[in-house]
């Protein structure tokens, strides 16, 4: 079955694909092997070469990367050319500290003996990856990936399919081995077949958490490693001592980053009742200030969500949210005309039992939700299958440290949003997966941490 790129601004048909057959996708991963068995001899030096050519393709044609994003997955032209310059860094810092984090550890164990681990690579890791950051989240897989040895193949979203190859195109041209890095165009329910390959090594998606739970089971069957990077609902503290302005300005922001189509954008925001009208008040104005437009249009912030069918879902998780009590102080509902556009849309009075509370909503809609203090405010955000991030917002800074510690998600921030950053571990907890990507731990999934002992006797 074809698989097509759709202009979710304009719901024309940018590109048809044919999808890969069984044989020519095990050809790939065989050549892909075959390119990892040369790989794997290679120095650090000669890795980060490649990271750091596919850096400077990535930088220096990051408007075009950009208009790729805009035509296949309505990403504004802004969030576009920052995307590709934030895959660029990655690649330059996994470039610049692979080699450290991977570096032979010596072992003390006893004087007759010398004891070290090595770090190596396991072989092909399969990518699969979602629309929302069609450049961020493959090359977060890839570069501390390529640098440790591995090789890929990638299984991106089929919305994305010309970001997908673009991908590989760049890595060919920044010198990257023929096969080293393969897209494979097929739909989801080939990945299984991809999985079982036995040159296939290990597993990274992010995605659902029904997309996790369906790989992790298969892998799981044919004992794979895998790194879940999952969905998250989380939650922001707005603590009665927080300044409204800087409330409003970081809730708006972690709200809207990439039109709400984030894992790891703030969903929930939780806020003390003793601002909780005033907070209401400014976050509504801020939300509405927001520009939504063609994502072609340099002034625009926000586009379209990147595909009509998830737009449906999400309006149904805001009808049955106000059908069971939820206000709506904005937007809420879909306008006319072409493309998924739909509008900021914030909710108060949420409460458990409604979509906004109990599950993912992915998109522009933000639930605003009373608590008493702190401690309920804490209870909260807790309250939740999810655990990817969260963010606390108080003038007190030790307050707010405290209270990040006690967030059960993987990244917790004070007074700003939160955001992954390459020298930070980045995953989740509970219903978000488990693994981390990026920094040194991110490097180290995908490697055989081998014990070797020399007896000098």
């Known amino acids: ?26 050809g790939i991963v065989d050549a892909t092997h075959a390119a990892h068995l040369q790989w794997r001899t290679t120095s650090f030096d000669q890795r980060a070469k490649v990271l750091r050519a596919a850096a400077h393709l990535l930088r220096s044609r990051a408007d075009e990367w950009a208009r790729l994003m805009a035509a ?39 004087d007759k003996h010398d004891s ?51 991908l590989e195109r760049i890595l ?27 040159l296939v090594r290990a597993v990274t998606l992010t995605g659902s958490s029904e997309a996790g739970r369906a790989v992790a089971s298969k892998a799981g069957q044919v004992l794979k490693k895998c790194v879940l990077e ?34 790891i954008a703030g969903k929930r925001f939780l806020v003390v009742e003793a601002i909780r009208a005033e907070f209401e008040k400014r976050f509504v104005a801020k939300m509405q200030a927001v520009r939504q437009g063609d994502p072609l249009d340099p002034a625009t912030e926000i586009g379209p969500m990147a595909r009509r069918d998830l ?31 739909y509008p900021p849309t914030v909710l108060a009075d949420v409460r458990k039992g409604m979509p906004a509370y109990d599950e993912e909503v ?13 401690a309920h405010a804490i209870e909260v955000a807790n309250d939740s299958m999810f655990g990817l991030g ?43 997966g488990y693994g981390r990507e990026l920094s040194a731990f991110g490097i180290r999934e995908f490697v055989n941490v081998k014990s070797v002992v020399v007896n000098r006797a």
């Open 1 to 26: 079955m074809p698989l097509q790129s759709i202009n979710p601004a304009t719901d024309a048909v940018i590109a048809t694909y044919e999808e890969m057959s069984a044989a020519e996708v095990a």
């Open 72 to 110: 296949e997955m309505g990403k504004p032209l802004r969030d576009g050319v920052a995307e590709a310059q934030k895959c660029a860094d990655c690649c330059d810092w996994f470039a610049e500290n692979g080699a450290a984090m991977l570096e032979r550890e010596s072992v003390r164990t006893d």
């Open 116 to 166: 070290f681990v090595l770090f190596q690579p396991l072989g092909v890791v399969l990518a699969v990856m979602p629309w929302n950051f069609p450049f961020w989240q493959a090359v977060r897989a890839f570069a501390p990936a390529l640098m440790a040895g591995n090789a890929i193949v990638l299984k991106h979203a089929s919305n994305v399919c010309g970001c997908a190859i673009a």
């Open 172 to 198: 060919r041209e920044a010198g990257a081995p023929q096969h080293l890095f393969r897209t494979l165009l097929i739909g989801s329910k080939h990945v299984d077949a991809v999985i079982e390959h036995p």
């Open 230 to 263: 999952l969905g998250g609902s989380d939650a922001y503290i707005v603590l009665e001592d927080a300044d409204l302005d800087v409330a409003v300005t970081v809730c708006a922001k972690a709200r809207l980053v990439n039109g709400g189509q984030s894992c």
């Open 311 to 341: 737009r449906e879902e999400m309006h149904r998780q805001v009808t049955a949210s106000i059908e069971r009590g939820a206000r709506c102080l904005l937007g809420g509902s879909i306008p006319p005309g072409p493309g998924a556009f």
């Open 362 to 374: 992915f998109g522009p809609v933000a639930a605003v939700i009373a608590v008493r203090d702190e």
């Open 390 to 432: 969260g963010g606390v917002i108080t003038r007190d800074l030790a307050r707010g440290e405290r209270v990040a510690a006690a967030l059960e998600c993987g990244c917790a921030f004070v007074n700003e949003p939160v955001r992954s950053d390459s020298r930070l571990p980045f995953g989740g907890v509970k219903q978000s």
